[in-house]
C-alpha cells in the first residue's frame, strides 16, 4: 500500500521488441525506478486501438509496482492516430490470431529477460484484447496469470471463423496453463452472460483456476471513464480484484 | 471487430479529412464499437482512400434508427432527382 511518505518513480517510454516472426514492433514500456525484483504484465489493448487509456493504465500498473509493456498490435497496418489505424483494423476483420499470439509472447519474453524481473508475468486485456488475451494464455507457454475484462469472441459461431480467426478461442481452454480472472458486466453483448455461462463450464470441465466476475448493472467496457459504458462501482470493484489476483500470483 | 460485422464498397466522389479534399474510391461499413459516439455499438461509415494514407478518412458514427433513417433518405432523394430527370437511366448525375 502506497503511503505518503514512500518513493515512487515509474519510467515510461516507447521501445521496440521482437514481436510474432521475429518482426520488430513497438510498444510501450513502463517501469518502476527501483531495483526490484518486480513481477511484470503484457497488456493486450483493445479493438479502438493502441491508445492513450492503454498508456495511461500501463502507467497505473507500473505505479503498482509492475513493470508493463502494451505492444502495438495493429503495428503491421501502418502508423497513424490510434483511430485511423483502429478503423483500418476494423475494416479489415482484425489482426491474425496466430500474429496476436506471438506478438504477446514476444512481449513475455521482453519483459522477463529485464534484469529487474522477478521472473512472473502476467497478461491483461480488455474488448479483443481480453480475448486475445487467454489465446495468448492458453498458445504461448510461459504466463503465469491472465485477467480477461470482457473478451467478446472468446465463444465463437462456425459462420464467425475465419482464415484470421480460424479457432474458437475456448477450443483452446484445455491448454491453459495459468489461473485466470475474467470480469464481466451482465449487460454486455459480446461476451453475452450466455458465452460467459459456456467459457466457465468449458474452465470448470477441464478442472482449470479460474475465477469470473460478473457485475449487474454493467456492460462492455464498464472500466472506460471516457465513454458512457464507464461505471464507477463496478470499476472500482474490479481494479481491486484485478491488483488482489496479480498479487496472489505473481508476486 | 467485437462484432465482426463489416463490409467494403468501392464509391466515387470527394470527401472532406484532415487536409482538406480527397479523392474517395472505398467505403467501409460497420456495425462495432465507435470511438466516439456515445453508444457501445455504432453504425460506422469511413469514406477512404487507402493509397493516400490512414489518415484519408472521412468518419461518421450514426445509432442504428439514424443509419436506417439515412438510408431512406438518400434513397427518398435519388429517386425524387430520378423523377426529376437529373440522373441518366445508368444512375449517373447530369
Known amino acids: ?251 | 471487430m467485437c462484432t465482426l460485422i463489416a463490409e467494403k464498397i468501392r464509391v466515387e466522389g470527394s470527401g472532406k479529412g484532415t487536409n482538406g479534399w480527397f479523392a474517395l474510391n472505398q467505403a467501409n461499413v460497420s456495425y462495432d464499437h465507435p470511438f466516439n459516439a456515445p453508444f457501445e455499438h455504432a453504425l460506422n461509415i469511413d469514406f477512404v482512400n487507402e493509397a493516400q494514407g490512414l489518415s484519408a478518412r472521412v468518419a461518421v458514427e450514426l445509432s442504428a434508427s439514424a443509419a436506417r433513417e439515412l438510408v431512406h433518405t438518400i434513397l427518398s432523394v435519388l429517386d425524387e432527382a430520378e423523377a426529376g430527370g437529373h440522373l441518366s437511366k445508368n444512375g449517373q448525375g447530369y
Open chain 1, 1 to 251: 500500500m502506497y503511503t505518503t511518505d514512500m518513493y515512487e518513480g515509474v519510467h515510461a517510454e516507447t521501445v521496440s521488441m521482437a514481436g510474432a516472426n521475429g518482426d520488430t514492433i513497438n510498444a510501450y514500456l513502463a517501469r518502476p525506478l527501483g531495483k526490484g525484483p518486480f513481477p511484470s504484465m503484457v497488456l493486450a489493448h483493445h479493438m479502438p486501438g493502441w491508445d492513450a487509456w492503454y498508456r495511461e493504465i500501463s502507467f497505473k500498473f507500473a505505479l503498482h509496482g509492475y513493470v508493463t509493456i502494451s505492444p502495438n498490435l495493429f503495428f503491421r497496418t501502418g502508423h497513424g492516430t490510434p483511430e485511423d489505424v483502429a478503423a483500418k483494423v476494423r475494416a479489415d476483420g482484425g489482426v491474425p490470431d496466430d500474429q496476436v499470439v506471438g506478438d504477446l509472447a514476444g512481449a513475455m519474453k521482453h519483459v522477463r529477460a529485464l534484469a529487474e524481473s522477478n521472473g512472473k508475468v502476467g497478461i491483461l486485456g480488455t474488448c479483443s484484447g481480453g480475448r486475445h488475451a487467454f489465446l495468448a494464455a492458453c498458445r504461448a507457454p510461459g504466463f503465469d496469470a491472465v485477467v480477461d475484462c470482457w473478451g467478446g469472441n472468446v465463444v465463437m459461431r462456425p459462420d464467425q471463423l475465419s482464415p484470421k480467426m480460424p479457432v474458437s478461442p475456448i477450443e483452446y481452454t484445455k491448454d491453459l496453463s495459468c489461473p485466470i480472472l475474467g470480469l464481466f458486466g451482465d449487460e454486455d453483448t459480446t461476451p453475452s452472460p450466455e458465452q460467459v455461462n459456456l467459457h466457465e463450464a468449458e474452465l470448470k470441465k477441464h478442472g482449470k483456476n479460474y475465477e469470473f466476475h460478473r457485475y449487474p448493472n454493467a456492460g462492455h467496457g464498464f472500466f472506460y471513464y471516457h465513454r458512457p459504458s464507464y461505471r464507477q462501482a463496478q470499476a472500482l470493484d474490479g481494479w481491486e480484484k484485478v491488483f488482489a489476483f496479480l498479487e496472489k500470483n505473481l508476486a
